[in-house]
């Protein structure tokens, strides 16, 4: 994998998880010390994290270091897909989980 995509993969996983805990640019940058063009650099893949910033980036963000690296879900297995879905509800707020069990439970009813 080339660095220029290494980076946008990286900051694409970054931007997902800083959504998924509900957190702005603005306050992902406040929580762990950086200015908002930073984060928006690292997101839009033009920056890499700092080895000294990532377990406070990773901290606010509830997530592994490892799971900033996991690019490609096309190709994984069913368990790896439902291991995935578990690691990112457990990284929600229980608003965020009402709503993802409900579409759930919408989808589960139709048939592909």
Do not use: W
Not at 12 to 33: D, P, V
Not at 96 to 103: D, E, S
Request: glycine share 4%; with cysteine.
């Amino acid at each position: 994998m080339k660095d220029k995509q290494l980076k946008k993969n990286i900051g694409e996983n970054i931007r997902t998880y800083r959504k998924l805990k509900g957190l702005t640019q603005e306050e992902l940058a406040e929580e762990i010390n950086f200015n908002t063009k930073s984060i928006s650099l690292l997101e839009n893949g033009h920056n890499y994290i700092a080895l000294n910033k990532l377990p406070k980036l990773c901290s606010c963000l509830g997530i592994e270091p490892y799971q900033l690296f996991i690019f490609d879900k096309r190709n994984s297995k069913t368990d790896d897909v439902q291991n995935d879905i578990i690691e990112l509800l457990n990284t929600m707020e229980y608003k965020k989980l009402k709503l993802a069990y409900n579409m759930l439970t919408e989808l589960a009813k139709y048939k592909f």
